[in-house]
């Protein structure tokens, strides 16, 4: 661990010592594609002595091919922290849904028409293969779902429930309909404008940046984030220079202090070189 960094006086510009990012729709492109300029700017960091991690709703496993060419050695934050694994998979900490949750959660989003998955350790758990956006995630995290008839019995042990739907309307309702049901039970929002994102109430980025900056002996002054989705909206508070994506919605670009292009055009690369590294 690095030591702490005594508090800057006034009128002083802190040093980032970390940059937090978002994955899909922020460190990778439309078609999930790691391009060249930002495995660049992430060499450029490191280059600087600045800490680089990710966190993502994405499984453990649908991070996976990101470890190698980004060459992490922080710990990877998965279902919005709510699994926090080092490189090689191991587990550090998790938390999961309350069992008696669960199958009301599910209810819920199926009053709104959501189509239901359900994440429980390293499985990803479907009722129908050829259901919406079932084969672009198969595709994004590189491993194939488990088909049940039912989600009954899967209620143990659950980090993630996602609602799925292409009318981003009942997404967004949905979302407020979970956190007006069962409060501070539940974290809730979108992780696309397609998938509402159910998780641990700790299991939010905003928890995550905490966290790095625990681990790190970091001020939130020292913290970096860069995010399009409104569930990034958390993090942002809790770092030092919060960026949004030119491909986030205006809500999520006012949350943030800096707005960069978007990630068809480089955008997490375009926000290290003009605002981190110059910070």
């Known amino acids: ?6 508090q800057a006086g006034p009128g002083t510009q802190v040093p980032i010592r970390l940059m937090l990012a978002d994955v899909d729709g922020t460190l990778v492109t439309q078609d999930k594609v790691l391009t060249d ?23 453990p ?18 279902f919005n922290g709510g699994v926090i694994v080092k490189p090689d998979m191991t587990v550090i900490e998790q938390k999961v849904l309350p069992e008696q949750l669960v199958p009301l959660l599910i209810d819920l ?9 359900i994440y429980r350790g390293a499985d990803w758990f479907v009722t129908d293969r050829k259901g ?20 009954d019995g899967l209620a143990q042990g659950v980090a993630k429930i996602v609602g799925v739907s292409d009318d981003h ?4 309702s949905a979302a407020a309909a979970a956190q007006d049901k069962f409060g501070n039970h539940v974290a809730a929002a979108p992780s696309q404008p397609y998938y509402l994102d159910v998780t641990h109430p700790h299991a939010n980025k905003g928890e995550v940046a905490k966290y790095l900056s625990r ?7 020292e913290i970096a984030t860069i995010g399009d989705q409104a569930n990034d909206v958390l993090m942002f508070a809790h770092s030092g220079l919060s960026i949004a994506m030119g491909n986030a919605d205006p809500q999520v670009q006012r949350a943030a202090r800096r707005v960069t292009t978007s990630n068809e055009k480089d955008g997490f690369a375009e926000a290290v070189t003009r605002f981190v590294l110059p910070h």
């Open 132 to 151: 919406p956006h079932v084969d672009r995630e198969a595709w994004t995290v590189k491993f194939e779902p488990t088909v049940v008839p039912s989600l």
């Open 37 to 59: 300029r930002a495995l660049e700017a992430v060499q450029l960091l490191r280059n600087a002595g600045i800490l680089f991690a990710i966190t993502s709703g994405r499984p």
């Open 215 to 221: 681990q790190y002996q970091l001020t939130a002054d």
């Open 61 to 78: 496993r649908g991070m996976e091919m990101l470890i190698k060419p980004l060459d992490l050695q922080t710990p990877i934050s998965a």
């Open 1 to 6: 661990m690095t030591e702490p960094t005594p």
């Open 109 to 117: 989003m199926r009053s709104f028409e959501l189509s239901v998955w």
């Open 169 to 172: 309307g009942a997404v967004t």
